[in-house]
């Protein structure tokens, strides 16, 4: 490139954060692009393409602007042009890059000479960027940012924290620090790596969410925890790394540890070109797939980027593809349509039953997944029950849609229905963050036990449920509802206590000794799937009746009226006939 003498001699240094004086005035600095300068060609080009085609008239006259026509008399008005550098955005309305000014920027320098009051009609940015690596990169400091309304393209990471115990977080005792710059090199391997990877796509911005919440700070994590839809929604892209079960390891680099040795083979005998054959890479994805909160986040996200187990993986509302070649197209033949959550059927009969029965499939494996602090049970879900609302109306108690509030309390033990479970459910264990007692939600919400829960509804039985007269149980004349509390919602994030209260008969049961294989053994086949008679006979318990039970005459058949599965230790729900309170 061709540059003048003054632009030849310019540095990052010299403009960085400081004004430097460029040109007597906007007539020189054209004369100088003209004459083929470069980089005065540039500053010319910008100034033509944003400033007002009267007010460059007027400069290039050497008149005072006419958008200064309150400038007092014994006032001074400088025509010379400046630059200045600012990497750091100063405000919400500011960027990086270097600012062409009339005059020094008031902004930056006040009261010093040259400097032009309020109101001038040239304030034009060039932007600024480096190379991802270069040694010029390092001027741009990662630092935490304020957003106040800044919409722009921005990365979200999902992950594995791990331990946690020596990572650099966001706390009100760093936040100051960490707005003026993030201390890179003491961050975890993984928040290191993601810095990176977002600089090499060309992103500016990043949410994770140690550095981006207030650490410690109840209503900070409250705040944002309800707002993970926004966040991982409007993600231009989520990384996911899901390879690493731990922070401090890293994400970019596969951890399994498997050398690779690909054999190259000739493509003929007379070529020197190769085709290298490897064993094949594994799809597993990683410990991701096992942790709670990642389960919302990969979900709300539109675009992810997987870094899976020994594969990357691409992955957008339309497609899914592997580093290896394996892909697949939601619609395709073969393949389910894309999903879509909460539903968006026009009629409202339908929206209700896709979401509902959505909503059923996602907690079913979303109780697949571990939490660290098991109090975070509704916290992990509560974006997805907001959008979930939207399309229900319904109201939310703990995990469960007032609306179909009966069909929701027939979750079961997914050990009980589904033989490649074997581990039941607990009551949830402490933890660190977590000491004992853990109650985190009410007997009756599958949020009460710690392990895999499934509602197995099918089609046909949805229909039932919404016959007149199916549902016995009624919900309180009172209220009309079938929760009391005021405090169970969509946006609690904690309900240990919700209570129901509902109309109803209480039966007392009895307990019978009776095995249960002696119970189904005779019954048809079609009364209960093969499959189920198995695990009824393996964990179940039969109910009578408290006074038929005592009736010599009465046969097992008449006797039971229920049987009886153990959740958790110390607690039946019950399955048959009916329900027994």
């Known amino acids: 490139m061709t540059y003048c003498d003054f632009c030849s001699e310019l540095t990052v240094d010299s403009l960085l954060y400081q004004d430097v004086r460029f040109h007597d005035n906007v007539k020189s600095l054209k004369e100088s692009a003209e004459a083929g300068c470069d980089f005065c060609g540039l500053c010319w080009a910008s100034i033509k393409a944003q400033c007002m085609p009267r007010h460059l008239t007027e400069l290039l006259n050497g008149e005072i602007p006419s958008s200064l026509d309150d400038l007092q008399e014994d006032q001074p008005w400088y025509p010379s042009i400046w630059l200045h550098g600012q990497i750091v955005p100063i405000a919400s309305d500011s960027a990086n890059g270097v600012w062409i000014t009339c005059g020094r920027s008031r902004a930056s320098v006040l009261n010093l000479p040259e400097t032009n009051p309020p109101g001038s009609p040239l304030q034009v940015k060039l932007s600024s960027y480096a190379v991802a690596g270069s040694a010029a990169a390092s001027i741009y400091p990662e630092r935490l940012r304020v957003t106040n309304g800044l919409c722009e393209p921005y990365m979200a990471l999902s992950y594995c924290w791990g331990p946690s115990t020596d990572t650099v977080k966001l706390t009100h005792k760093t936040y100051d620090d960490f707005v003026i710059e993030l201390p890179e090199q003491h961050l975890t391997k993984t928040h290191q790596e993601i810095i990176q990877f977002a600089r090499a796509l060309g992103f500016q911005y990043l949410w994770v969410d140690a550095l981006c919440i207030i650490q410690g700070d109840e209503d900070d994590w409250a705040f944002e925890s309800r707002r993970m839809e926004q966040v991982y929604g409007n993600a231009s892209l989520t990384v996911v790394a899901a390879r690493s079960p731990d922070a401090r390891l890293g994400f970019i680099k596969p951890l399994t540890g498997k050398e690779r040795h690909p054999?190259?083979?000739?493509?003929?005998?007379?070529?020197?070109?190769?085709?290298?054959?490897?064993?094949?890479?594994?799809?597993?994805?990683?410990?991701?797939?096992?942790?709670?909160?990642?389960?919302?986040?990969?979900?709300?996200?539109?675009?992810?980027?997987?870094?899976?187990?020994?594969?990357?993986?691409?992955?957008?509302?339309?497609?899914?593809?592997?580093?290896?070649?394996?892909?697949?197209?939601?619609?395709?033949?073969?393949?389910?349509?894309?999903?879509?959550?909460?539903?968006?059927?026009?009629?409202?009969?339908?929206?209700?039953?896709?979401?509902?029965?959505?909503?059923?499939?996602?907690?079913?494996?979303?109780?697949?997944?571990?939490?660290?602090?098991?109090?975070?049970?509704?916290?992990?879900?509560?974006?997805?029950?907001?959008?979930?609302?939207?399309?229900?109306?319904?109201?939310?108690?703990?995990?469960?849609?007032?609306?179909?509030?009966?069909?929701?309390?027939?979750?079961?033990?997914?050990?009980?229905?589904?033989?490649?479970?074997?581990?039941?459910?607990?009551?949830?264990?402490?933890?660190?963050?977590?000491?004992?007692?853990?109650?985190?939600?009410?007997?009756?919400?599958?949020?009460?036990?710690?392990?895999?829960?499934?509602?197995?509804?099918?089609?046909?039985?949805?229909?039932?449920?919404?016959?007149?007269?199916?549902?016995?149980?009624?919900?309180?004349?009172?209220?009309?509802?079938?929760?009391?509390?005021e405090y169970c919602d969509v946006d609690a994030l904690h309900m240990p206590h919700c209570e129901l209260s509902l109309v109803g008969h209480v039966a007392r049961a009895l307990v019978l000794d009776t095995p249960v294989a002696d119970y189904v053994s005779n019954k048809q086949r079609d009364w209960w799937k093969f499959w189920w008679k198995t695990k009824a006979k393996s964990y179940g318990v039969l109910l009578a009746d408290a006074e038929e039970a005592c009736a010599d005459s009465s046969t097992l058949s008449e006797k039971v009226v229920a049987i009886g599965r153990e959740v958790a230790a110390g607690r039946l729900v019950c399955t048959g006939k009916g329900f027994m309170v």
Request: hydrophobic share 35%.
């Open 263 to 485: 054999c190259p083979i000739p493509l003929s005998p007379s070529s020197n070109d190769v085709l290298y054959i490897d064993r094949p890479t594994n799809q597993s994805i990683g410990p991701t797939t096992a942790r709670g909160w990642c389960y919302q986040e990969e979900f709300l996200s539109r675009f992810t980027i997987q870094f899976a187990e020994e594969q990357i993986v691409y992955n957008c509302p339309t497609w899914s593809s592997w580093e290896d070649g394996t892909s697949s197209i939601w619609g395709s033949p073969g393949m389910p349509p894309p999903p879509v959550f909460p539903s968006t059927a026009t009629d409202v009969r339908i929206r209700r039953e896709e979401t509902l029965n959505s909503w059923y499939a996602q907690i079913d494996n979303f109780t697949l997944r571990t939490l660290s602090n098991p109090h975070d049970v509704f916290a992990a879900m509560a974006s997805l029950a907001k959008l979930a609302h939207g399309a229900l109306g319904s109201h939310y108690a703990a995990g469960l849609w007032e609306d179909d509030i009966a069909r929701g309390l027939l979750w079961k033990p997914r050990h009980h229905v589904h033989r490649g479970f074997r581990t039941p459910p607990v009551r949830p264990r402490p933890t660190e963050l977590a000491p004992f007692p853990v109650v985190r939600a009410p007997s009756w919400s599958w949020a009460s036990v710690e392990g895999p829960i499934f509602h197995q509804h099918t089609r046909r039985k949805f229909k039932d449920f919404e016959k007149p007269g199916f549902i016995k149980i009624k919900r309180h004349p009172g209220n009309n509802r079938w929760t009391v509390d």
